[in-house]
């Protein structure tokens, strides 16, 4: 399966399975999040494996959500700030910090996918408490928490604009499908598709509507 059809299939989880990821799985997901781009070559990324059940109701506690307590494990995403300050500077060096741990995130989510594991991706939290939980050094600071699981209901993608939606050519409102004859991408079809299916939702809606007045 090609890598765009990978990135389409990422599953996320409401509940997975009692079921322990083997080593050698999660370490092609770890591979996968050392291979990230990192801003100006800094490589400030580290990663903590957490599969201990106290130690995962710790993370839970932190990111506020039960999922990450009931994944077989986690993957916390530190980023070691004091590193990237002193090639970015201070003000800058948070946000470098997060572009690269999104990057490893959307890196390990491909291949646990590619490894029929559902993911979550859990940021926005308070890095420096769960640092603390964790006996990080006060420069790295955990900046996402991905939580994986096998799941008998993997929760799909919502589903995306059409290419011709979100795409132009040359200049803002250019629309690629009145630029090129006969447009390939496969992105105007599902354009298309999401169309007729939000008519025909809109058809039954009023439907319905006329069949309670009357």
Known sequence: MSVLEECKKITSFNRCRDETISRKVIGR???????????????????????????????????????????????????DRGRMARRFGREKAVEACEAESSAAVQNMRLVAQENEVSSVR???????ALGDMLTCPDNVV??????LG???????????????EICYYEEYGNQVSTFFDGPEWEGI?????IFRKKVKGL??????????VL
Request: avoid cysteine; hydrophobic fraction near 35%.
């Open 203 to 212: 058809r039954d809606k009023i439907s319905r509507f006329i069949r309670k």
């Open 189 to 193: 079809h599902e354009e298309k598709r």
């Open 122 to 128: 859990f940021s926005g939290f308070e890095g420096q």
């Open 29 to 79: 997901i770890l591979e996968a999040g050392r291979y990230a781009p990192s801003p100006g070559g800094v490589q400030s990324l580290k990663f903590i494996v957490v599969e201990t059940q106290e130690t995962l109701e710790q993370v839970e506690h932190v990111v506020g959500d039960e999922r990450a307590s009931e994944a077989p494990a986690v993957i916390v995403v530190l980023t």
């Open 142 to 147: 955990p900046t996402d928490v991905v939580a």
């Open 150 to 164: 096998y799941s008998d209901n993997p929760v799909a993608l919502d589903e995306k604009f059409g290419m011709n």
